[in-house]
T-cell receptor
């Protein structure tokens, strides 16, 4: 069965600092991988996705993520964090045949001024 | 295109009452999904429709939960005889056929007293 682990429940970074949010997945084949962001009281917004091809994918708002098959990871990065990036971030995995997504528990990002 | 909409945004009910939530997907999106999100967790898949057909419902939490999409457009999620443990955010998402990413609505927050 597919599953997602986000090891960090809460991360605090200073504005302008770099960011890396970790995501590890479990799936028997090449998965479809996603990062979503959720602001308080809001739905989820897709940041980026990986299906195949280039393992470094670019997303919106300056985010990128790298798929590493050998480590079963899909970590999210941003070179310089802005105060507006404070939110909850979710990694998700979907299978080729499945139509549901499995989400991690999320990482809450706090940005210090 | 106004995105996925959900109504109501908030619902407070007493234990034992029935509640119904509505989801209007993005126009022409064939697939519609329901998720539950509890505090501090990622969304948990409940069920999904392709047009009016409910193709997966084994993950509905109990027989008190049911969903419909009678004309392949909007969908409703009903919870009968609500319990305090049903308090959560209920999210709806939609996607076109052949597209893996899902587009989420703002959610309906249910509080059962």
């Amino acid at each position: 069965a597919q599953s997602v682990t986000q090891p960090d429940i809460h991360i605090t970074v200073s504005e302008g600092a770099s960011l890396e949010l970790r995501c590890n997945y479990s799936y028997g084949a090449t998965p479809y991988l996603f990062w979503y962001v959720q602001s308080p009281g809001q739905g989820l917004q897709l940041l980026l996705k990986y299906f195949s091809g280039d393992t470094l994918v670019q997303g919106i708002k300056g985010f990128e993520a790298e798929f590493k098959r050998s480590q079963s990871s899909f970590n999210l990065r941003k070179p310089s964090v802005h105060w507006s990036d404070a939110a909850e971030y979710f990694c998700a995995v979907a299978g080729f045949k499945n139509n549901d997504m499995r989400f991690g528990a999320g990482t809450r990002l706090t940005v210090k001024p | 295109d106004t995105g996925v909409s959900q109504n109501p945004r908030h619902k407070i009910t007493k234990r034992g009452q029935n509640v119904t939530f509505r989801c209007d997907p993005i126009s022409e999106h064939n697939r519609l999904y329901w998720y539950r999100q509890t505090l501090g967790q990622g969304p948990e898949f409940l069920t999904y429709f392709q047009n009016e057909a409910q193709l997966e419902k084994s993950r509905l939490l109990s027989d008190r939960f049911s969903a419909e999409r009678p004309k392949g457009s909007f969908s409703t999620l009903e919870i009968q005889r609500t319990e305090q443990g049903d308090s959560a955010m209920y999210l709806c998402a939609s996607s076109p056929l052949g597209v893996r990413e899902q587009f989420f609505g703002p959610g309906t927050r249910l509080t059962v007293l």
